[in-house]
């Protein structure tokens, strides 16, 4: 008999409601199917991804920088050339030699050598500065002395790719193109007496000496983040480091040399990957909440009053001071740091000193171009090249003869150079 009139269909008991065979058990089934093929899919791709990272021996277990010392001397190493700024070549047997015979080891460097063989060389002063003697300044001659750390000294780069010294050899080249008696014995000679590893105190007991010593026209203080005086309380393990990485934390080595980012790998390369982003955006947030704190205007208070104290040394001494802010190679396009420059800027041109603020110039470059290495944030010679000719042109009108070294004049007053330039200057 066929169904009664008005009734629908009849369901088989295994028939869902939309006609479908198999019911809620069904569903369940096609669920864990699928989930069954997501899971699959997921354990071959870290399979492959484990493959292709032994293959490529990635991540690098380390170190990336390597650094022998010796009397008066010392040589980093790295162990890859992004930038081309490396100028000696370990792989040539004869300069590995000779550069060993300057170590306080020579056995370290031809042991450790092919982790790190791409490497720059440093010959310091008897005060440990990387220069030449210093000697009394000649006469004719206008003397240009900065102040900083590891991003004035020209950590990881060349003596010649140094801000301070690109910045001689311009001035230098524009002195003699502007000079209208060329008979005239005129020269400008610029002082790196950056340390690498110091600090604000140190730095102070730098401008002493060469307020003192070497009778400077011009003194720049190269300030960096790290160098505030620590007004606040850092939190107990806290993993700040100003280069973002947590590599640098991993420091190893002997009294004569040092090995940055060597870890232990595990047994999966994935987990290694996975391990080492973490800790990199655990250091990265660290630092940056921590820099960030340092240079709220309580904070900055003491740092900036001993800033004010070595202007006022300077000017009594007779020589120009500039205070000239180097930014981090972070984010720089949109500086998490911005608001700590402008702050710096302007306290100090509300205590008349003269302030020269490079992230505005380096901003227009990508992080890529403007650091030294992928695991080192220092400057690269595109970043120490704009700040050298960010430098000039500020300090032009201090060589002689030229038709801004008229000291009747002051300079203009703070806030009317352009932004473009990241120029600020005060009344001296």
Known sequence: MG??????????????????RGGRG???RVALARLGLVLAATVVGLGLGEVALRFADLPNAGPFLQEFRGERFKLMAYDSNPSGAFDLDLHDE?????????????DELRAHWRATPYAVAFELDAQGFREKTLEPKPPGTTRIAILGDSFTVGHGLPNALAYPRLLEARLQRQLEHDRAEPSLARSVEVLNLGRGNTDLPEIVRSADFALTHLDPDVLVYGYFLNDPVPTLEREQGSPVHDMLDAGWVSVGGSRSMTRIGEVARGRSRVFDLVRR????????EATIAWYQRLHEPEAWTPTRRRIEAMAKVSRSHGARFVLLLLPLPYEIAHSPFAEAHRAMRTAAEASGIEVVDALPALA???????????RDRHPSPTYTRVVAELLADVLAG?????PADDSSDPPPAAGTASPDAGRARSPR
Not at 398 to 402: H, I
């Open 3 to 20: 169904p009664t009139e008005g009734q629908g269909p009849v369901r088989s008991a295994s028939t869902d409601s939309h006609g479908r």
């Open 26 to 28: 069904g569903r369940v």
């Open 94 to 106: 004869a300069l590995r030699e000779q550069l060993a015979g300057r170590l306080a080891d020579p």
């Open 277 to 284: 982003f973490v800790a990199d955006r655990r250091v990265t």
């Open 364 to 374: 227009k470059f990508s992080d890529d171009d403007l650091r030294l290495h992928p």
């Open 398 to 402: 201090a060589l002689p003869g030229s």
